[in-house]
């Protein structure tokens, strides 16, 4: 038996086999025994239907809305030029991938119109099937009797065999983003689909949440909405995790005591919400775990949840609000900064300017490591669609201005989407010792995009370019161009007026602001 066997014996040599995942990659060892066991039984493939053909042949194919289907309408699709397959409660039309089927069209027709789980298992449980086909994800496997019952949410959240021990009780249809859930006796996992038009090359968004005391808050922020999970949860738990795509969210829910639950948990009235150029902020009880200098006048500051269930993706362009906790000392009682840099979705950075009398500033600068800081976020966030729809980017930034184009020029250096871009960095301080992340920004040139890096200085003399943002140093480039823009008010409005000046349209200006 060799159903859906991925790999052909030509893939398996002294290098790694890999799978894609947006700009991400999941690598298994080809010596491995669970592939070593797995290589006879295939047939020939026509030229042009290899693994990696398969790879880029998928990249193009839009993901569409899943949707409920049931045991009936499963069945109905089991023909060489209409293949269905259930693999795990998901399913997937299995009708493109015949002909890159390595095993042959009759192994790979066994599994169709059927829930395949146990066939699929038997023969290569280790694959991740997923990743191969979640372009062709049609939809969620229920019972007949469920699905004629679609509509309403179910109070009776049991799960019948017949569909692999998931029941879905639950699918709020709204605007931008759908909500479903199901559960196993191990876990329960929440389920938010991004309904995204495919005129959206890069469907990039990012998320963030909490969970303390027995209540979740997850926050979705894609292509400027927002969407909502605040859940009071009835049982106790053990962790959470997030797994993500660019158009699926899960948040997995470990139970504590392995039993079936009646329902996900209580909703409160924010939950489940749609919100459209407008933020809901989360409060969060962060430690410093680092204070350095990056500069003789800015420091870097590192953040962590620690134990308290938090996790971080915030949206590029954002901002994380600090909360001071002497309100007798200050007007606002909270201040925006940019976040600079996040790692493992745990942990993020702050790059803060010193200034002598500046409250915040000294309150950030003086922390402590292991003290604690109340902040809200995130909000705001960056569509890299305007990046991948202009090939040429000019980035102008000023002092601490840079913070916000840091993880978006990471992101266009991990990603082939902008392997012909041109981005041209026009960085301005006033002498080579205000010059932040110089060495970070560095190492990003001559990656996947073309990327130039001017430094512009106004109060020292050297060898480069000196004075202040000017037309002689904007003359060269196209008014096509997207022009990126962050800095202090006058700087920024130096170059709107510039801008403005050489009929560049506002479309293809964006200003990231405090």
Known sequence: MDFFLIFKASCITNSLIFFQEGSGMSFLNPNSPQIASNTKGKIALKPGHSLMDWVRFKAHVPPKAPQRISTSELAKHNKINDAWTAINGAVYDITA?????????????????????????????????????????????VSDSLNSTKNSVSSNFKSPGQISSMKSFSEIPLNSFRYDCYQSERCCTLIVYSKISTSYKVRKSFHYGCVKDKTILFCISCMGKQFILHIELHNEIQKWEVRNSNLKFEVVIHKKDQILWDDEGKHMSDSKQTLSNQFHLINFTLTCIGNEYKSHDTRLLTFSGGDHGYHFAPPLGSHIYVIHPDNDLIVCDKKPYTVFNTIDNKKFQLL????????????????????????????QCFDMNLLYRNISVVILAAGTGITPFYRILVEMAQDNLYMNHTCNLLFYNKTQKDILIKEELEQLMNRTFKFN????????????????????????????????????????????????????????????KG
């Open 97 to 141: 991938y015949i002909d890159y089927h390595p095993g042959g069209i009759d192994e790979l027709m066994k599994g169709a119109g059927i829930d395949s789980t146990e066939l699929f298992n038997s023969v290569h449980k280790w694959v991740n099937f997923q990743n191969m086909l979640k372009e062709f994800l049609v939809g969620y496997l």
């Open 352 to 379: 803060v300017k010193q200034y002598p009398n500046g409250v915040y500033s000294n309150y950030l600068g003086k922390m402590e490591v292991d003290q604690q800081v109340r902040v809200e976020g995130f909000d």
């Open 453 to 512: 890096i001017s430094h512009i200085l106004s109060q020292e003399i050297w060898n480069g370019p000196s004075g202040h943002v000017s037309h002689e140093h904007l003359k060269d480039f196209s008014i096509e161009s997207l022009f990126l823009v962050c800095g202090p008010l006058p700087f920024m409005e130096c170059v709107r007026d510039i801008l403005n000046t050489n009929k560049v349209k506002n479309s293809q200006i964006f200003e990231f």
